[in-house]
């Protein structure tokens, strides 16, 4: 029996994946959590063998939470269920430490499988996904947000949607002045004026849809 952690902020969708693991015999959801704080106590408390984490939520984020859950524990097992099908936001929680990506549009057995490989030490990168990296890869071009920071690319998302500095202060419990930095330092790294063009980078980079 592989015990799993569920770590979204909607609780629809929690209720959705655990029913559809649950199907599963060898598969059992011992732990849920609706933030990546939520999700290091739990998994303090519980140890699953798998995490299922989202990484766009509210607060430290599916990215940082990552980090957190291996520092306590190096051998913890995580996979990233994300809406993004972006080949920037899978690189990005690899090497966080993640060991397997799978997007929310993926059918019910690709995920089941994701969970045993990455349960058995494996990674596990879905096949779309990991195909776009190779091609990126392949192609010798640089991302240009590969230069931001962890926070900093979640501060650049946010602008990117279009988010105000205290929306996005409020949502990432940062004070608008440290917001502010990170604003400028993106500007600086990205060479951009405004928000206009960091939505537009964005877009370029495939990470909003134009």
């Not at 998302?157 to 004070?175: D, P």
């Amino acid at each position: 029996m592989i015990s799993v952690m569920l770590v979204d902020d909607h609780a629809v969708v929690r209720m959705g994946f655990k029913m559809l693991l649950e199907s599963d015999q060898d598969i059992k959801v011992i732990a849920e959590a609706d933030s990546g704080e939520a999700a290091i106590r739990a998994y303090v408390e519980h140890h699953p063998q798998v995490v299922v984490m989202d990484i766009t939520m509210p607060g430290i984020g599916g990215m940082e939470a990552i980090e957190r859950i291996l520092a306590k524990d190096n051998h913890a097992r995580i996979l990233v269920l994300s809406a993004h099908e972006d080949s920037v936001h899978p690189k990005r929680v690899l090497n966080a430490g993640a060991m397997g990506y799978v997007t929310k549009r993926s059918a019910a057995e690709e995920l089941i499988k994701a969970i045993r490989s990455v349960a058995q030490g494996k990674k596990y990168i879905e096949a779309g996904v990991a195909q776009q990296m190779a091609i990126q890869q392949l192609s010798g071009e640089q991302n240009p947000v590969d230069v931001l920071s962890e926070r900093e690319f979640e501060v650049f998302m946010s602008l990117a949607r279009g988010k105000s500095t205290n929306e996005i202060a409020e949502t990432l419990f940062l004070s608008p002045r440290t917001v502010g930095t990170h604003l400028y330092n993106i500007k600086q790294k990205l060479n951009a004026q405004n928000s206009a063009e960091i939505a537009l980078i964005a877009m370029r980079c495939g990470l909003l849809e134009p």
